[in-house]
């Protein structure tokens, strides 16, 4: 019984480990018995293991019933450069268990930063993620991305919003940020290495909080349009906890290869509802 329950659980190279966001999943990653390898800045991987390790510390998961709040599966961290192609093809070459990818690269919070046209943060890490795994080996990726972008990753467009809707002016005007055309760009990368044999699912939240799981959120593929049948925006908030996104993210990547199926090449928006 223990040997079909180890068959089940998957090793995660989970990249930008301490981001906030990676944070709630590698914990509940962990008390699922999956293993992770955390890939964040020190001075050496002894060190990032130490940061790590005290992140996941000072990280309080919402009570869910049949949490265990039991560490059983094995971490590991790294403190390589996630901008470079070999890091990858390293890691994936020397660890065969790897089986899947968890990007929780962001975009700055400060204005300042989402203004920096120096800013190339998603494009690098996806074009080092995806050029390491062409000269290693394809692993199926899921991402972290944003909700500025609206279609299939790749026939993508910028969101377009109705002119009666809340808060349309600031919404526009993030979207016209480097950070947001940076990632905008980096879409298409996904979408490139997905002709070279890449497995991948996008997760574009609504706007990111700091709050507890509330577990009320609806999600589509791909279209979040006013009157979208499958999510009619009228109904929902704009928001969402990042444990929330956290959750549902090592949801789907538990699914069955089955049903994750369906997920692979699309962007999933999620958000709370009313």
Same mark, same amino acid.
């Given at each position: 019984?223990d040997?079909?329950?180890?068959?089940?659980?998957?090793? #995660?190279?989970?990249?930008?480990?301490?981001?906030?966001?990676?944070r709630?999943?590698?914990?509940?990653?962990?008390?699922?018995?999956h293993?992770?390898?955390?890939?964040?800045?020190?001075?050496?991987?002894?060190?990032?293991?130490? =940061?790590?390790?005290?992140?996941?510390?000072?990280?309080?998961?919402?009570?869910?019933?049949?949490?265990?709040n039991?560490?059983?599966?094995?971490?590991?961290?790294?403190?390589?450069?996630i901008?470079?192609?070999q890091?990858?093809?390293t890691?994936?070459?020397?660890?065969?268990?790897?089986?899947?990818?968890?990007?929780?690269?962001?975009?700055?919070?400060?204005?300042?930063?989402?203004?920096?046209?120096?800013?190339?943060?998603?494009?690098?890490?996806?074009?080092?993620?995806?050029?390491g795994?062409?000269?290693?080996?394809?692993?199926?990726?899921?991402?972290?991305?944003?909700?500025?972008?609206?279609?299939?990753?790749?026939q993508?467009?910028?969101?377009?919003?109705?002119?009666?809707?809340k808060l349309?002016?600031?919404?526009?005007?993030?979207?016209?940020?480097?950070a947001?055309?940076n990632?905008?760009?980096?879409?298409?990368?996904?979408?490139?290495?997905? &002709?070279?044999?890449?497995?991948?699912?996008?997760?574009?939240?609504? #706007?990111?909080?700091?709050g507890?799981?509330?577990?009320?959120?609806?999600?589509? #593929?791909?279209?979040?349009?006013?009157?979208?049948?499958?999510?009619?925006?009228e109904?929902?908030?704009?928001?969402?906890?990042?444990?929330?996104?956290?959750?549902?993210?090592?949801?789907?990547a538990?699914?069955s290869?089955? &049903? =994750?199926?369906?997920?692979?090449g699309h962007g999933?928006?999620?958000?709370?509802?009313?």
């Amino acid at each position: 019984m223990d040997m079909d329950l180890n068959q089940n659980k998957r090793h #995660f190279l989970v990249i930008a480990a301490a981001a906030r966001g990676a944070r709630f999943f590698i914990k509940k990653a962990l008390e699922q018995g999956h293993n992770v390898t955390g890939l964040c800045r020190a001075d050496s991987d002894t060190g990032a293991l130490s =940061r790590l390790k005290k992140l996941l510390k000072e990280t309080e998961l919402t009570p869910n019933d049949g949490q265990s709040n039991v560490i059983v599966g094995k971490l590991k961290a790294k403190n390589s450069n996630i901008l470079d192609a070999q890091t990858y093809k390293t890691i994936l070459d020397e660890n065969l268990t790897i089986d899947a990818i968890v990007c929780f690269v962001g975009a700055p919070t400060t204005l300042k930063g989402q203004y920096s046209r120096k800013l190339q943060l998603y494009t690098k890490t996806y074009t080092a993620m995806t050029d390491g795994m062409k000269i290693s080996r394809w692993v199926e990726t899921f991402v972290h991305g944003s909700s500025g972008s609206e279609g299939i990753p790749g026939q993508h467009k910028y969101l377009k919003l109705p002119a009666n809707y809340k808060l349309k002016w600031l919404l526009e005007k993030i979207g016209k940020t480097p950070a947001a055309k940076n990632y905008f760009e980096s879409e298409h990368i996904l979408a490139d290495a997905k &002709e070279d044999g890449l497995k991948f699912i996008l997760f574009r939240p609504a #706007f990111l909080t700091s709050g507890i799981a509330k577990r009320n959120f609806g999600f589509c #593929f791909d279209s979040t349009e006013l009157n979208n049948k499958e999510l009619p925006l009228e109904k929902t908030k704009m928001s969402i906890s990042r444990e929330d996104v956290a959750e549902e993210i090592l949801r789907v990547a538990t699914l069955s290869e089955i &049903e =994750r199926k369906k997920y692979h090449g699309h962007g999933i928006y999620l958000v709370d509802m009313k």
